[in-house]
Nanobody, 122 residues
Framework: QVQLAESGGGLVQAGDSLRLSCAAS????????MGWFRQAPGKEREFVAI???????YYADSVKGRFTISRDNAKKTVDLQMNSLKPEDTAVYYC????????????????WGQGTQVTVSS
């Protein structure tokens, strides 16, 4: 089992940048796919980005070109650099470890962090 803790959220204006970080404790993350999801009020948790252990990354269309996921296996961290933020990016952002199934489905992940709030004002 791994414990995940997100940080770096906050209140920013449209067009600003934020960098979220997910710190893992417990088992290593080096062999696992690590993902970021987000959940806005009244909406389902949605896929944002995933980092494969071999460096491959995938992004939701809504964030492609603006967000970048990166990982440091030695430090057991997974970061999400968010640029050109929009009000529709407002949500609680979660990191999680992928176990099986489609990478864009929340049900394929376990060991979720507690989330960090990102609010983007217009």
């Amino acid at each position: 089992q791994v414990q995940l803790a997100e940080s770096g959220g906050g209140l920013v204006q449209a067009g600003d940048s934020l960098r979220l970080s997910c710190a893992a404790s417990g088992r290593t993350i080096s062999t696992y796919r690590m993902g970021w999801f987000r959940q806005a009020p009244g909406k389902e948790r949605e896929f944002v980005a995933i980092s494969w252990s071999n460096g491959i990354t995938y992004y939701a269309d809504s964030v492609k070109g603006r967000f970048t996921i990166s990982r440091d296996n030695a430090k057991k961290t997974v970061d999400l650099q968010m640029n050109s933020l929009k009000p529709e990016d407002t949500a609680v952002y979660y990191c999680a470890m992928h176990y099986s199934g489609s990478y864009y489905l929340a049900g394929s992940y376990r060991d979720w962090g507690q989330g960090t709030q990102v609010t983007v004002s217009s």
